[in-house]
DNA sequence: ATGTTGACTTGGA
DNA sequence: GTCCAAGCCAACA
């Protein structure tokens, strides 16, 4: 943590996501404390781009398992087509079997 | 400095 | 079970 701001928190828990597992945005709000940042964390994603090394944005959904940030990358099936790569199976922009591929930082890092 | 927006979440009808 | 509305925090204009 340290004196990273609220982005680069939010940049490095996405980046502590296993491959083949996504997260939601709240619970990464949860786990930086701020429930109710959880649009924040999806405005940080915003800047992800900008950021080294690049966040998987892609493993990242809302709590439905929606790819609602899907049109924020470079292609409307890029971020489809990256968790599809991940092994994640995603149909109709939303992700299959979402409980089972969903990766929560509160408990997967043991906070 | 103030106001609005936003890749969300939860709660109530 | 589904739909509507309110809430929350932080960045951007």
Redesign the pocket.
């Known amino acids: 943590m340290d004196r990273a701001?609220?982005?680069e928190q939010v940049y490095q828990v996405v980046r502590l996501i296993p491959k083949g597992r996504v997260t939601?945005?709240?619970?990464i709000?949860?786990y930086l404390g701020?429930?109710?940042?959880?649009?924040?964390?999806?405005?940080?994603?915003?800047?992800?781009?900008t950021v080294q090394p690049p966040?998987p944005?892609?493993r990242?959904?809302?709590?439905?398992g929606?790819?609602?940030?899907?049109?924020?990358?470079a292609s409307a099936t890029a971020?489809q087509d990256a968790l599809e790569k991940e092994g994640i199976h995603v149909k109709d922009d939303q992700v299959q079997d979402f409980k089972t591929v969903f990766w929560d930082p509160n408990t997967e890092l043991t906070l």
């Not at 929606?66 to 990358?73: M, N, R």
């Open positions: 701001d609220f982005f939601s945005y709240g619970a709000a949860q701020t429930r109710g940042s959880s649009r924040m964390v999806g405005y940080a994603m915003n800047g992800s781009h966040v944005a892609h990242v959904v809302n709590r439905q929606l790819l609602t940030g899907k049109h924020h990358f971020m």
